[in-house]
């Protein structure tokens, strides 16, 4: 087994492709027959058997002309991967047990189609792509996570058995992608602003009921805070006026490490801050997020939220002390 | 591998369901009607049950299906083995698998079965006609494997495909045909019905027997000569002799007596005549030589009656030389067995025509032949396809009533007439004519140009050839058969074209049919040695034959591949100028910039290369001008002009 290992190796021998695009040149590219194929030559020797027992010449002509069919076939299939530009695109993060999903730029240069491109990681569900002459198209193949952290989808096999179905071509890709998996998102309730006891953060009372009066609305201000009634009854109006809180400090919320349930494992108290920080996203509210060795000051946003997110999928890898 | 089980996609069972029919239905000519039947219905259930987008039947209820075909195909043939009962069982299969037809890999199988099934066509006929119904059916199976691995796509696509697929694998198949080491089945002993029956000349011979082959306009054999060709009236091709009769039905003499073992001594007058015969296939031994032939082929020997005869009976089509000499003595000196059979006649029969010739027995051997045939000549004989029948003496009805006969009637007569009155005689059956075709310059022979004529010993000159025919009929000898048969006689067709261009036609397809039966239906091994030979592969074995084959394939290949390789784009002229003056330019130590426009450019050279303004403007004002202006072809021209007015020679400066 060993031996057949390295030589594996050595033919597969590939390390991550960092130029970019990748193109598919014959070095790349293998080939061997299917079992349709061992089928078709089987039939083949036994058609070649019976054409010289009955002295059949055509049946020997139809025989030479399956062969070069079978050939020709080859040289086909080789040349539908030979040549494509493939430009892998920047992934976006997802979350433990989704699919992360890694957008592939499949340029093909050629004055001819070609047809029934297979992409897939390895063990992962395939995506088939046709190509127009001279077209490029940009697919997204799927990657089933099932753990926080940065993730390397590995290799991508790109493999087709067109036209004949007789020989499977394929080559192997490994662009340099990486993608940041969140930890899966458990729902409980959120900590009680006071419960970490960082008194000096809340300035004035949980601020929310608090109203303090209107403004003018701006852009940034989110949509629930908008005074509907107000502007139902000045019509004549054109500008919005939001509501204001006293105390905009008050909806800060520290998310602490030290608050999730000490007797739960590790990853399932990170998938606990993890339920926090899009619960408290999703009110709007501004929160900070505090872990062992690292904290984010409270913001609000997608960028805090990805910032917040990121921190919490790679904790643990070393890599969160030198990013704050 | 987890791609084979999946499911086929609904638009392939319409592509699958034709290549059944394709390949089935010529199968229907020799299949029992209860099996056609079954077939067609198999097959309409099929696209039924894809129109409706139906459910598959059951597996049972198809292996129900089989077990009762199998079982009637048994019983239609006594038993599955032999060609019949195979092809039955194919044909069958290849119904029945669309009916469980759910994923790939069984769609797979029908493909393979098809590829199988059109073998089997050539055992029933490998016509020109079947050699293209090979190529139009090897499109529709290649097209149905695009289909199954390509997914949808309008049909002209899938058919440009597998056309250009097998446009390209042709070149492999004449390759493969023409190096593939040939080997002479069978491989094992052919089943009893390998063989059908064969029209040709018979081994005996009574009235009738050959006005009935004439009816057939079929070719019995091609001859092709070396130099000149014989007289018509020379062209006596010599089939069996016959010299035992019985009163009604000539037979060969052979088994009967003891024949010498010596060969037979031929004394060759006048030039011999190198030709070639093809000779179509008719289960006997007898190889159809020019009287008489004076060399042979190394497989036939040269039988005591002075006929070639093949070792083996001639089974399938094949080439033989031979050398004959037109005029000739044979065997002058007779072995006694033989000149005794000549004058052997059964008792009682034939009264009258015995009482005749006992009258000429005092004539010398030269008068009673010219006795015979003036009684022919002189007397109110008719040579007519439709004689009527004779009864118990027939010579004697013959001769002296009903007087209307065809060749073997007058052969027959007449050597009854020379031996009884002393004179060893015999029939000799075969051919007489033929007709050129200047097509290829092959001489045709058909059926309807059979035979028979009598043979005489004479002391001195040995055997002598008699066609009483002649006398009565002389046109058949010189015209042939068509212009000595009064008119509204039942000859094919064939043989009577009046029209020229019709027989232009005829010619046409008969020369294309001999070149096909050349070089596709008669490629043996020894053909193959033969054409590798004049190819420049002297005494090929199979080892110089297989590295050859593994060379050219290896080169076809090849340019399959570059053929098919990415061409580059043509490169526009106006960007090839352009960058022709830009990389110039850059000789002289100004280079454009990548992101630098035209006209932008044409400034920074105007600022630091001023000699050099006038030109650089005028170029990039024409590139503009071609690029996103109206462009004209001066403009192309001027730019071009641009390009060989700079200055070559200003090598750029360190």
Redesign the interface.
């Known amino acids: 087994m060993r031996p057949w290992a390295r030589l594996h190796r050595w033919i597969f021998r590939r390390g991550r492709d960092e130029q970019s695009p990748i193109v598919l040149t014959q070095r790349r590219i293998f080939i061997v027959p299917t079992?349709?194929g061992a089928?078709?030559a089987l039939?083949l020797a036994?058609?070649l058997?019976?054409?010289?027992?009955?002295?059949?010449?055509?049946?020997?002509?139809?025989?030479?002309?399956?062969?070069?069919?079978a050939?020709?076939?080859m040289?086909?299939t080789f040349?539908n991967l030979?040549?494509l530009r493939l430009t892998p695109g920047r992934s976006e993060p997802a979350f433990a047990g989704d699919l992360a999903r890694f957008p592939l730029e499949v340029e093909n240069?050629?004055?001819?189609p070609r047809?029934?491109l297979?992409f897939s990681f390895d063990q992962q569900s395939i995506v088939t792509l046709?190509l127009p002459v001279e077209g490029r198209a940009t697919i997204t193949l799927p990657f089933l996570t099932h753990k926080r952290g940065r993730l390397d989808p590995g290799r991508i096999t790109l493999c087709t058995?067109?036209?004949?179905?007789l020989f499977h071509a394929w080559s192997y890709l490994y662009p340099p992608w990486s993608c940041v998996v969140y930890p899966k998102p458990l729902h409980t309730p959120l900590p009680a602003p006071s419960a970490g006891g960082h008194a000096d953060y809340r300035q004035g009372d949980s601020g929310q009921e608090d109203f303090a009066g209107l403004r003018p609305r701006q852009i940034s201000d989110p949509t629930r805070h908008i005074a509907w009634k107000t502007a139902a009854r000045r019509s004549d109006e054109q500008e919005l006026l939001v509501k204001q809180f006293a105390g905009g400090a008050t909806d800060e919320l520290w998310l602490d490490w030290t608050q999730t349930p000490a007797n739960r494992d590790g990853e399932e108290r990170l998938s606990i801050l993890t339920g926090w920080i899009m619960a408290a996203d999703q009110q709007q509210a501004t929160y900070g997020l505090r872990l062992p060795g690292r904290h984010i000051a409270p913001a609000r946003g997608a960028t805090h939220r990805a910032r917040c997110l990121q921190a919490l999928a790679l904790y643990g890898e070393g890599e969160a002390a030198h990013d704050d | 591998?987890t791609?084979?089980q999946e499911p086929i996609d609904p638009g392939t069972p319409p592509w699958l369901l034709v290549v059944a029919l394709a390949t089935a239905s010529p199968h229907a000519e020799h299949l029992p009607p209860w099996l056609t039947l079954l077939v067609a219905g198999a097959l309409v259930w099929r696209a039924w049950l894809w129109h409706r987008r139906w459910r598959l039947p059951p597996g049972w209820c198809l292996a129900l299906l089989v077990l009762a075909s199998v079982a009637g195909i048994a019983w239609q043939f006594n038993g599955l083995l032999g060609r019949e009962a195979g092809v039955s069982m194919l044909v069958l299969f290849m119904a029945l698998k669309p009916l469980e037809m759910n994923t790939?890999?069984d769609a797979?199988v029908v493909v393979?079965l098809g590829?199988?099934l059109?073998?089997t066509h050539?055992?029933y006929s490998?016509s020109i006609a079947?050699?293209l119904w090979?190529l139009a059916s090897?499109t529709l199976l290649?097209a149905a494997?695009?289909r199954?691995?390509?997914?949808a796509?309008p049909f002209a696509d899938i058919a440009g495909?597998a056309g250009l697929?097998?446009l390209?694998?042709?070149?492999?198949?004449l390759i493969?045909?023409l190096l593939?080491p040939?080997?002479?089945?069978?491989?094992?002993g052919?089943p009893q019905d390998?063989h059908g029956g064969r029209s040709g000349l018979s081994n005996e011979m009574a009235p009738g027997s050959i006005s009935n082959l004439i009816l057939s306009g079929a070719i019995a054999f091609r001859s092709r000569f070396v130099g000149e060709i014989p007289e018509k009236t020379e062209l006596y091709w010599r089939g069996p002799v016959f010299d035992d009769y019985d009163g009604f039905t000539w037979h060969p003499a052979a088994p009967k007596i003891k024949l010498p073992t010596s060969e037979p001594v031929i004394e060759v007058i006048g030039t011999e005549h190198r030709y070639t015969s093809i000779v179509e296939a008719h289960n006997q031994r007898w190889l159809l030589a020019l009287d008489l032939a004076t060399s042979r082929p190394p497989e036939a020997v040269l039988a005591p009656t002075l006929e070639v005869l093949s070792h083996e009976p001639l089974r399938?089509r094949a080439r033989f030389s031979f050398a004959s000499s037109v005029d000739y003595r044979a065997n002058r000196v007779e072995a006694p067995a033989i000149l005794q059979q000549a004058l052997s006649l059964p008792a009682e029969v034939n009264p009258r025509s015995r009482a005749l010739a006992s009258k000429w027995r005092s004539l010398p051997p030269a008068g009673i032949t010219e006795a015979a045939l003036s009684l022919f000549r002189q007397e109110d004989f008719h040579y007519t396809l439709r004689p009527p029948l004779l009864g118990a003496n027939p010579i004697d009805e013959f001769l002296f009533g009903t007087r209307r006969g065809f060749c073997e009637h007058y052969a027959s007569a007449f050597v009854f007439l020379m031996r009884a009155a002393g004179v060893p005689a015999r029939v000799v059956t075969g051919y007489q004519g033929g007709e050129m075709n200047p097509v290829d310059g092959y001489l045709v022979i058909r059926q309807s140009d059979a035979h028979a004529w009598a043979e005489v010993w004479l002391a001195g000159e040995g055997w002598v050839r008699f066609d009483p025919t002649a006398a009565v009929a002389p046109s058949r000898i010189e015209q042939g058969i068509a212009t000595a048969l009064p008119s509204g006689e039942p000859l094919p067709d064939i043989v009577r074209l009046d029209a020229d261009w019709l027989r232009q036609v005829r010619n046409r397809w008969e020369a294309a049919n001999n070149t096909w039966n050349q070089w596709?239906?008669?490629?043996?091994p020894q053909r193959q040695r033969d054409v590798l030979s004049r190819l420049g592969l002297p005494n090929p074995d199979w080892r110089s034959m297989s590295a050859s084959l593994a060379l050219l394939?290896g080169l076809v290949?090849l340019v399959?591949?570059l053929w098919?390789?990415?061409?580059r784009r043509p490169v526009d002229p106006v960007e090839r100028a352009w960058q022709n003056y830009c990389a110039r330019l850059g000789q002289h130590g100004i280079d454009r910039f990548p992101w630098e426009g035209p006209l932008a450019f044409a400034q920074r050279v105007a600022s630091q290369r001023p000699e050099l303004a006038a030109l650089t403007n005028e170029a990039a004002c024409c590139y503009a001008g071609l690029r996103y202006g109206r462009s004209n072809g001066e403009q192309l021209y001027r730019l071009q002009e641009c390009v060989r007015r700079l200055p070559p020679h200003g090598r750029r400066k360190a």
């Open positions: 079992a349709a089928l078709f039939v036994v058609m058997i019976g054409a010289v027992n009955y002295d059949l010449s055509l049946g020997h002509a139809l025989v030479f002309l399956l062969v070069g069919l050939l020709v076939g040289v086909h040349y030979f040549g240069p050629r004055r001819q047809r029934r297979d046709d058995r067109y036209p004949l179905g | 591998m791609t084979k790939r890999r797979l393979m590829f199988f059109l073998l050539y055992l490998q079947t050699g090979l090897c290649t494997l695009i199954l691995h390509g997914g796509q495909q697929l097998l390209q694998a042709l070149p492999f198949m493969l045909y593939f040939r080997i002479s089945g069978p491989l094992w052919l390998a399938a596709v239906l008669g490629y043996n394939c290949l399959v591949t098919t390789l990415p061409r």
